[in-house]
């Protein structure tokens, strides 16, 4: 098993390319079940998670063609098992989004319960009553979701909560339903505008996506496309925090600054300087941060996705910080992994007190989901002498050759074996 070994203390500088979003990546590929045409991925990020739903559409009998390259090509000329199983599905809960086009196109979908980091219950409910609303019968038979439905048809749902994969999945099924169907306080995140952008160019008729409501007139077929991946915004403001933590200097290439509003917000706040162009920020560190209060928000307020990177940045800031996890639950485990380097935190509830420290201090440390491990590598940077991040295999799910482009920003960091 793979660690990372970090000597901190190097101030970042130079330039860094943003990879292609990993939360658009998914579902844009899941939509390749909608249609018998090709689809065509540019600026497809190399992660674990792509090859994992690639694996999961080529077991249904979709051709996937160019993985490991910026390019990935898809085509679901017929789909002969419209199952997703538990090996292929446990390591990702982003697998369900094959349910809603299953559905849509076959009638019928087998999915497994998925699995995915464990950073607090994420029930799939919201999907399975909104293929409900639109009409599917829906079984849970051994840990598997079955779902029927001879020819969706379009309803109105409104979401408890707002759900991304949730919103994704039924604009994917309501895209083939018959009718219109209107989602009532959808996610607006800029990854559900990507999959918009796509079915639109594919034949659907999809509106209002990045509002809190979605209207998509049902059509009776899709075709092919040709689409540009997103820049990863989770890994543009975990670059951005890497600069601001080791008092860097670091322009973020081929990025969508009016995606990082949030969190641009609270570095300015933090003293941090941000200079943003048409498709780059500038981020240049301004001595000790300053400590800022930061709470959770479905976007566009502060991704929940950044909480760990931005805790972070507040263990090394000039005073006491107070962090408010308001998404999702158990998304503290990064917070004794922290302690070990001698952050000083304490946990009430859903909300975090970090006073900030003058310095951090190298140790061993263990990564326990995606984003713990990218506020282990910030520690780390930051942190005096040596850090070693053991169970990185989380990283790799979610972020492309990360310690390869820190090198090239100066970062004294390196994977070696276990």
């Not at 380097?341 to 304490?346: F, N, R, S």
């Amino acid at each position: 098993m793979d660690q990372l070994v970090i000597r901190g203390g190097r101030q970042l500088s130079g330039e860094v390319r943003v990879s292609g979003a990993k939360n658009a990546a998914l579902p844009l590929m899941a939509a390749a079940l909608l249609s018998e045409e090709p689809l065509e991925l540019d600026n497809a990020p190399r992660l674990v998670d792509v090859r994992t739903i690639g694996r999961l559409l080529r077991h249904m009998g979709v051709e996937v063609a160019g993985e490991g390259t910026p390019t990935i090509r898809l085509r679901a000329s017929t789909v002969r098992r419209p199952e997703a199983p538990y090996d292929l599905v446990k390591t990702m809960r982003a697998s369900v989004l094959v349910l809603g086009p299953l559905v849509a196109r076959i009638g019928r979908a087998r999915v497994s319960l998925p699995g995915g980091c464990a950073i607090g219950p994420r029930p799939i409910n919201l999907h399975l009553m909104g293929l409900e609303r639109l009409g599917a019968t829906i079984r849970l038979n051994q840990g598997y979701v079955e779902a029927e439905a001879a020819r969706l048809k379009g309803a109105r749902i409104a979401f408890d909560l707002q759900t991304v994969t949730g919103t994704e999945n039924l604009m994917m099924a309501a895209a083939l339903a018959e009718g219109t169907t209107i989602l009532e306080n959808a996610a607006c995140e800029p990854e559900v505008e990507d999959l918009a952008r796509l079915l639109n160019a594919m034949g659907a008729k999809v509106e209002g996506a990045g509002t809190p409501t979605i209207v998509i007139h049902g059509v009776p077929s899709l075709g092919g496309a040709v689409h540009r991946i997103i820049p990863d915004r989770i890994e543009a403001g975990t670059f951005a925090i890497a600069a601001a933590i080791t008092g860097g200097d670091v322009v973020l290439r081929e990025c969508r600054p009016d995606h990082l509003e949030a969190i641009a917000a609270k570095l300015e706040e933090a003293g941090v300087r941000l200079q943003a162009g048409q498709d780059s920020l500038r981020v240049t560190g301004a001595g000790r941060a300053r400590a800022v209060n930061v709470r959770t928000q479905p976007f566009p307020g502060f991704a929940t996705d950044m909480q760990a990177q931005m805790m972070a940045l507040m263990t090394v800031a000039d005073g006491r910080s107070v962090i408010t996890e308001a998404v999702f639950e158990n998304r503290f485990m990064h917070v004794n992994e922290l302690l070990r380097l001698g952050a000083d935190i304490t946990i009430a509830g859903n909300t975090a007190v970090v006073q900030g420290m003058p310095a951090l201090l190298g140790a061993p440390v263990m990564a326990t989901d995606l984003r713990a491990s990218a506020c282990l590598i910030l520690a780390g940077l930051a942190a005096q002498g040596t850090t070693v991040i053991s169970r990185i295999y989380h990283l790799d799910r979610g972020y492309e050759v990360i310690e390869r482009k820190l090198t090239a920003l100066g970062a004294d960091i390196e994977r070696v074996r276990a």
